[in-house]
């Protein structure tokens, strides 16, 4: 192999690589964000066991589950402006990872929920509490401690799954990379340092949510990388 | 030139399903044969087989599928191999599959209980004839379900080709939505697609999955035998 690397095209750009890494940043957070507030609020509906709206959700989290996210965002952000909903790119990229991550918390609180002991909720309906109360103060807490290292993979899942959104020209990181190589033609330096960055997102999340089992949920992340 | 959305354009999108499956089932075969290849390694209990293992994994999990097709379709050309888009998404996706299916199958097999493979070891088997005879015909079992979950994540991660210009089905709605400006219609029927795809492989690993968890709780009321590695075993026997 005769090529020499030019990494230092790639470091010409450092502040786009930094801005866009923080817009993966801020995609990913909303998504985290929002998407376990879609889940729970879902766990807290089904709850009341309503069959129209168990229904709903669960056409709601299989439609989901089985088409690609790129897909997805190509549906809101080029697909739903024919229907008369316009949105800028970023907020499309947030919309689509939302309802993305959301269906797979979905399921995956429910799995949690049906977890907790039901002598928990009978003895919170013996205490007299109201049916919301035991749902916020008994089994959401106890679910969520279940789930947390399958919602840990799930949350690094859609932090990669940001660099999709480059697709509907969001400018996070990979858009930013695509630009840089078609000024710098150095294709394969400019991925491997977005890889590089990819790679240490992804550590430190993982280190945050490891961190937060071990210390105070007693679990671990190790072992529980999740089946899309 | 816009041109309304006819038959004729589901029809091209449907063409393209034969790359959307073609492409599948080659990242399934790849990642089939390297993931059995991270699993043994990750489960040999040999520093210098799982430690290049879960590098790979770390690599392959941590970093975008997008990137990796990026730098496979790029990279190559680097070493003076022009790839076209077909052979640089089906070798992504392989080692991406891989990293995937290597980690479920570690796991099946670190779940077969240590006195099965003590057992091997005390019937003085090779290391291959105990991984063929004993350990692979019940990690096999246990593997099934996640292994058709991963399938469908396969299945949906094709779409990311169109990304380098493959024509599969999402490709092949965008060059629709071009020329009839409809991309509402174009996405869903693409969309409908893929769950028509998806969803009965979905549905067939949560039964399979429900079947394995009822058969395992049954087995493990009825004998509670099948872990020997509590009891101490005297050397001077």
Redesign the interface.
């Known amino acids: ?1 005769d ?1 020499i690397f030019h990494f230092g095209d790639v470091f010409r750009y450092s502040g786009e690589l930094i801005d866009g890494t923080l817009t993966t940043l801020r995609l990913a957070l909303w998504a985290m964000v929002l998407g376990l507030t879609v889940a729970t609020g879902n766990a807290m509906v089904r709850t009341l066991r309503i069959p129209v709206v168990d229904m709903t959700i669960a056409v709601y989290v ?2 989901i ?8 965002a ?2 809101i952000f ?6 008369g909903i316009r949105m800028n790119s970023e907020t499309a990229a947030v919309v689509a990872l939302v309802l993305n991550v959301g269906a797979y918390s979905t399921e995956i609180l429910r799995a949690g929920v049906e977890a907790v002991p039901s002598g928990q909720v009978e003895a919170g309906s013996a205490l007299g509490l109201r049916p919301g109360l035991i749902f916020r103060k008994i089994i959401l807490p106890q679910a969520l401690k279940i789930v947390f290292p399958a919602l840990g993979s799930q949350f690094i899942m859609i932090l ?5 959104m ?2 509907i020209s969001t400018p996070e990181l ?1 858009s930013i ?1 695509n630009s840089i ?1 078609s000024q710098t033609f150095r ?2 330096e400019a ?2 340092v ?2 590089i960055i ?2 240490a997102l ?2 430190f999340f993982f280190g945050v949510f490891e961190f937060v089992a071990r210390n105070f949920l007693g679990s671990t992340l190790i ?1 529980r ?1 999740e ?2 | 030139m816009i041109q309304p959305f006819e038959w004729q354009d589901s029809i091209f999108i449907l063409r393209a399903l034969r790359w959307t499956l073609g492409l599948s089932l080659a990242a399934f075969i790849g990642g089939g044969t390297i993931g059995l290849a991270v699993a043994l390694m990750r489960s040999s209990g040999r520093t210098y087989y799982s430690v290049p293992a879960l590098t790979y994994v ?2 392959f ?8 097709l ?2 496979s379709f ?2 190559a050309s ?3 191999v022009d790839v076209s888009p077909w052979m640089a998404a089906a070798l992504a996706l392989s080692l991406n599959t891989g990293a ?1 299916l290597g ?2 199958w570690r ?1 099946c097999i670190e779940a077969i209980p240590s006195g099965q493979r003590a057992a091997g070891i005390a019937l003085g088997l090779h290391w291959r004839h105990r991984f063929v005879y004993i350990i692979l015909p019940q990690a096999l079992r246990i593997a099934i379900a ?1 292994t058709v ?2 399938l ?2 396969v299945v ?2 094709t ?2 080709a ?2 380098i210009g493959l024509v599969e089905i ?1 490709r092949a ?2 060059i629709v ?1 071009a020329t009839t400006l ?3 219609v174009v ?2 029927i ?2 409908g697609i ?2 028509a795809l ?2 009965p492989l ?1 549905l067939l690993s949560g039964k399979l999955e429900a079947r394995s968890a009822t058969s395992r709780a049954t087995r493990r009321s009825a004998a509670p035998i099948g872990n020997y590695t509590a009891k101490p075993v005297s050397r001077t026997l």
């Open positions: 192999m090529y299989e439609v589950r089985n088409t690609p996210l790129l897909v997805q190509y549906l080029f697909g739903l402006p024919a229907l990669l799954a940001t660099s999709l480059s697709a990979t990379t190589q294709s394969f991925y491997v977005s890889a990819y790679l992804t550590i072992n990388m089946v899309r | 770390i690599l999990q941590g970093t975008p599928l997008l990137i990796q990026m730098l790029f990279g680097m070493f003076g995937f980690e479920t796991g996640p979950g991963i469908v994540q949906k991660n779409s990311v169109s990304m999402t709605g965008q939505t409809e991309p509402f996405y869903l693409v969309a893929y769950f998806c969803w979905s």
